[in-house]
T-cell receptor, first 114, second 113 residues
């Protein structure tokens, strides 16, 4: 079975500071991992994903994440926060081999202050 | 290009009334379809998913049901709404297996009063 844990339901950073949003997963099969962003009252938009290959993946808006199998983690980072990054971020997992469930974490709300 | 339509955007329904939320996808065929509910502080809870017409997998025993009468149509229903059914409902589709990008509708804000 798959599950996702996002540590910290709220994260607050200053503009220009490092953004780190934590995600740990559990999967009975090799995982595929995703980060999505949601702006208020909207659907979700894909930031980046890991399926196979390079464990450091780069996404849109300067975000990147690293798949660490030994730590079962897929933390999201951005070197310098921008005001427009304020949103809710969701980590998600599914599995290889024809697995069809897409499971999301509880989300982390990122606040960016001047 | 592919698009996903979800309606209505907002809905206020009394307790005990029926519910029907509809989601349709255009520009693709045989997608995997998903219904999620988003409640405050609880993230996205997977309610149902479907890999084909008439094929529904239920994730959480509850007051809701889903149907897929056509390839690109996914319907979320309830015969009698409960207060606890309030939330933000999101439909999503994936082309093929769930290891590819999921595309989301704009969501339906349901308030049961």
């Amino acid at each position: 079975a798959q599950s996702v844990t996002q540590l910290g339901s709220h994260v607050s950073v200053s503009e220009g500071a490092l953004v780190l949003l934590r995600c740990n997963y559990s999967s009975s099969v090799p995982p595929y991992l995703f980060w999505y962003v949601q702006y208020p009252n909207q659907g979700l938009q894909l930031l980046l994903k890991y399926t196979t290959g390079a464990t450091l993946v780069k996404g849109i808006n300067g975000f990147e994440a690293e798949f660490k199998k030994s730590e079962t983690s897929f933390h999201l980072t951005k070197p310098s926060a921008h005001m427009s990054d304020a949103a809710e971020y969701f980590c998600a997992v599914t599995g290889s081999g024809g697995y069809n469930k897409l499971i999301f974490g509880a989300g982390t709300r990122l606040a960016v202050h001047p | 290009s592919q698009t996903i339509h979800q309606w209505p955007a907002t809905l206020v329904q009394p307790v005990g009334s029926p519910l029907s939320l509809e989601c349709t996808v255009e520009g693709t065929s045989n997608p995997n379809l998903y219904w999620y509910r988003q409640a405050a502080g609880r993230g996205l809870q997977l309610l149902f998913y479907s890999v084909g017409i008439g094929q529904i997998s239920s994730e959480v025993p509850q007051n809701l049901s889903a149907s897929r009468p056509q390839d690109r149509q996914f319907i979320l229903s309830s015969k009698k709404l409960l207060l606890s059914d309030s939330g933000f409902y999101l439909c999503a589709w994936v082309q093929g297996q769930a290891n590819t990008e999921a595309f989301f509708g704009q969501g339906t804000r349901l308030t049961v009063v």
